[in-house]
């Protein structure tokens, strides 16, 4: 129960540290006011880096919560960086939380609750064999090229995005695997342990897959269409990956199942709608900003949409008007 509770609250450290380094890196562009250019712009950027420390000492909390508690376990409660990410946005945004918003958080509050105090996760193998790995990263990467060989022909930037971001969640998903077998590989034999076995190079492999990745569909497009599709599909890949590749289960069977498969259902709905409020919207009124890439003079929409795929300005303003925007 101590280990558990423990892995709880890392989860929960890791969960925040991922909110707040995810909406810097969000607002790194409308802070620039169009001054970095290129694909790589970002990187001259300090505040960008601030939130990518901050996320790594997010990937930190998450890697010592994996030794305490099971995937499935640490990745659901994950989904609560959305409920952090939502005051810390409004804050750097000078924007009250909605109504809207703070009933989907505790929507998802409730599910992660059930999830974990009615589910109970319980670890399995952290070390399969070695087909196992083969397999499971197989599948993997034949996903993550199909994801990205379709964004490639995409001609929106909506599309772009989502196709990145679902990528993207896939390889945190890989992230969170490896990270559980590199952190038992410690605990088992320190640090010759995990040098002499494949996991710590596959998760340095995956992590800048998963960093990469995100950060293109950060680019592509808005944040309301890059950040549910990343969000959503990591932990439900964690879940499939610790389920057939590690063998954790949640200890309910029968009907209680389909009281988690409900619940698994709502989580995500709620976590898309979270997901797609303006973590990140340029300021009001902006008609136009400078994307990495070099796309230049982009329209923007009310919320925040680059390229118009997203509605017309304004168009998401009768949201936060009948929100009447209650405080966080």
């Not at 193998?125 to 083969?134: G, K, L, M």
């Not at 772009?160 to 998903?173: D, E």
């Not at 797609?276 to 925040?304: L, S, T």
């Amino acid at each position: 129960m101590t280990e558990t509770w423990a892995a709880v609250l890392l989860a929960l450290a890791s969960a925040l540290s991922q909110a707040l380094g995810t909406v810097m890196r969000h607002r790194t562009m409308d802070r620039a006011g169009g001054r970095l250019e290129g694909r790589f712009g970002v990187l001259a950027s300090r505040y960008w880096w601030s939130g990518m420390l901050i996320s790594l000492a997010g990937f930190a909390f998450q890697g010592l919560a994996l030794a305490f508690g099971s995937l499935i376990l640490v990745q659901t409660i994950s989904v609560t960086s959305l409920i952090f990410a939502l005051p810390l946005g409004a804050w750097m945004n000078h924007r009250q939380v909605s109504k809207t918003e703070l009933f989907w958080g505790h929507v998802l509050t409730a599910c992660v609750m059930v999830l974990v105090i009615f589910g109970r996760p319980t670890g399995g193998e952290a070390h399969p064999t070695f087909w196992e790995w083969v397999l499971a990263c197989v599948g993997g990467l034949v996903v993550v090229g199909i994801l990205l060989r379709f964004a490639r022909r995409r001609h929106s930037n909506g599309g772009r995005a989502v196709l990145f971001g679902v990528a993207g969640g896939a390889a945190f998903a890989y992230v969170a695997l490896f990270t559980k077998g590199v952190t038992q590989r410690w605990h088992e034999g320190g640090a010759w342990e995990v040098a002499t076995t494949g996991e710590v190079y596959a998760l340095g492999v995956a992590a800048v897959a998963a960093l990469t990745l995100q950060q293109m569909s950060f680019e592509a497009g808005a944040v309301h269409q890059a950040v549910p599709a990343s969000t959503v599909t990591t932990p439900v890949i964690s879940l499939v990956l610790g389920v057939l590749v590690l063998g954790e289960r949640f200890q309910v069977d029968g009907a209680h199942l389909v009281l988690l498969a409900a619940t698994l259902a709502v989580m995500t709905v709620a976590t898309v709608a979270l997901a797609r409020k303006e973590v990140g919207p340029g300021p009001p009124g902006a008609g136009h900003v400078a994307v990495a890439g070099g796309q230049r003079g982009a329209d923007v929409g009310g919320d925040g949409a680059v390229g118009g795929d997203g509605p017309a300005a304004g168009g998401d303003l009768h949201d936060h008007d009948d929100d009447n925007a209650a405080t966080a």
